[in-house]
């Protein structure tokens, strides 16, 4: 296969690449991964199999490629079940390796909130004695034109580095024959076997249907549609209360298209109620429409494309119209036709795998890593930190292991919240009232001031433990740029950081920043936390 030389211009444009550079490298390449796969046929013997180039497998493979082991990474990505619904025909979704993150997650998302935090500061502009003109439309095309161009340029950096690791990459779907042997089929349709002495899974999930509501799986697109939907997706229905809903619908409504959120229960489940409750207020400050209590019945598709959507809330049938209905109600990790039952490696009843130890299942040789282990968190850093880490124990003398419950996260919602360690829930459950101090503070962030945006939900907590120098046990932030914040402080956490440390240390003025470490006000006092002066 030879490479579109206006593609690999496109990426260098992103990657700021050497464009006769690039395109000698990859046509090598491709004549390199052309010759693995034939030179495979037959039983080639390899040290690490990786099943699923997304973020944890191409970071463990690269890693076990460093210690001069022999590895191959397959990744096969199936296009999305519906895609999106267009002019009355279904389009489905494709993607190039990286895995979710890359291609239909952490990237694109975060490049579509930008594009909404933009408009924003395109209004307060205004009030910094820019003479930003009125009615300043957006276009979505040019944005899902520009963010797939970036996407696209990842996807080549990937198999570059790759390359580069001299990791073989097989673009073909991996299953287990038996327990050291993995079969390899490429799209069109060619075997390979492959003996590995150890395999690690990195498969991933892939976004729910709810197949019990009649018209969902016609008529609904999914957060793998949503970043490369051809159409502006105009008056929009997000199903679902957690990270997915909410980060979508916020960038929606930020861009323009009039968005509400159905949810049957609470939001943001798991994470620390008083913070997910501001996260919804500040939403629906900017009119995200809140559809509380609530399941969607029947999605019908009528005569001009528009999608009638029927739910019940407080024992009422309810029904409006929409122009793209979203489903955000979880993922399901890829586990079906793996061929896990050749290897009798044990599964939880919710299709991820189980592990005995860290991420190693009940067969010794085999592992699991990111999304699709079980007891680990989904996200795109914890799969990469724990890929390096297996590699690391696997194939040199690292007893390493990953350290799940420190791993700080943001949710990027219009207002971001970033949270590090225990929820106030979980710190009360576990040490119990009397033993925990929460540290709280309501603040102005100063950009704000000018631009007379409200500020009424920026705000922040850390929880201590009652004993010695307060041993900080969670850290919530929320405002802008929370997750630029975060990092820092996740550091913290991890050195065991106290709140004596907390507050000798000198703020950065004037930062939001700051006012952790000035927070002095104690929920316990019942005292005002709200920030006043400078
Ligand atoms: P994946 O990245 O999903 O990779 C799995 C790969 O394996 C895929 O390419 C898949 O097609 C392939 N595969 C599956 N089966 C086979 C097979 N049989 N053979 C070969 N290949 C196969 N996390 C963050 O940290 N920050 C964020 O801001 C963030 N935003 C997100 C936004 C959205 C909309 C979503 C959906 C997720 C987001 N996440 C975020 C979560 C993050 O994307 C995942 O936790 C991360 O990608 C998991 O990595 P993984 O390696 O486990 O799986
Ligand atoms: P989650 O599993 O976290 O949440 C699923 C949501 O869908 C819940 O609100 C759930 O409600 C709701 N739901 C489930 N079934 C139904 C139904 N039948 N009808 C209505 N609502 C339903 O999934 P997400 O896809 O949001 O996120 C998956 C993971 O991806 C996250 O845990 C996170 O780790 C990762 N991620 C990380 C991001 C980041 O770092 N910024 C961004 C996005 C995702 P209920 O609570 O009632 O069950």
Known sequence: ?????????????????NYKHLIQRLNSQSQYHQRSITSSAGTAEYDLVVIGGGSGGLACAKEAAGFGKRVVVLDYVAASPRGMYVNFRILRTQHGIGGTCVNVGCIPKKLMHEASLLGHALNDSVYYGWQTPQNITHDWSKLVENVQNYVRSLNWGHRVQLKDKEVEYLNAKGSFVDENTVKAVTQNGTETLLRAKNVVVATGARPRYLNEVSGANEFCITSDDIF??????????????????????????????????????????????????????????MNVNF???????????????????????????????????????????????????????????????????????NVKHIYAIGDILEGGVELTPVAIKAGKLLAARLFSDSEQCMDYEKA?????????????????????????????????????????????????????KVICLREADQPIVGIHLLGPHAGEMMQGFAVAIQCGVTYKQLSLTVGIHPTCAEEVVKMHITKRSGADPTVTGC
Not at 240 to 252: D, N, Q, R, T, W
Not at 325 to 336: E, K, L, S
């Open 1 to 17: 296969m030879r490479y579109c030389p206006f593609l690999v211009h496109n990426v260098c444009r992103y990657r700021s690449l």
């Open 228 to 285: 490369s939907l051809q159409k502006p997706p105009g008056k929009t229905l997000v199903v679902g209360g957690s990270y997915v809903a909410l980060e979508c619908a916020g960038f929606l409504q930020g861009l323009g298209y009039p968005t509400s959120v159905m949810v049957r229960s609470i939001c943001l489940r798991g994470f620390d109620q008083q913070m997910a409750s501001l996260v919804t207020d500040h939403m629906s400050s």
């Open 291 to 361: 559809i509380r209590s609530s399941s969607p019945q029947k999605v019908e598709l009528q005569e001009n494309g528009q999608l009638l959507v029927t739910w019940i809330q407080s024992g009422d049938q309810k029904q409006d119209v929409f122009d793209t209905v979203m489903m955000a109600v979880g993922r399901d990790p890829v586990t079906r036709h793996l061929g896990l039952e050749n290897t009798g490696v044990k599964l939880h009843t919710n299709g991820k795998i189980l592990s005995v130890n860290g991420e190693q299942t």
């Open 408 to 460: 700080a996260t943001t949710v990027f919602t219009p207002l971001e919240y970033a949270a590090v360690g225990l929820s106030e829930e979980v710190a009360l459950r576990r040490y119990g009232d009397e033993n925990i101090e929460v540290y709280h503070a309501f603040y102005k962030p100063l950009q704000y001031t000018v631009s007379q945006t409200p500020a009424d939900q920026c705000y922040m």
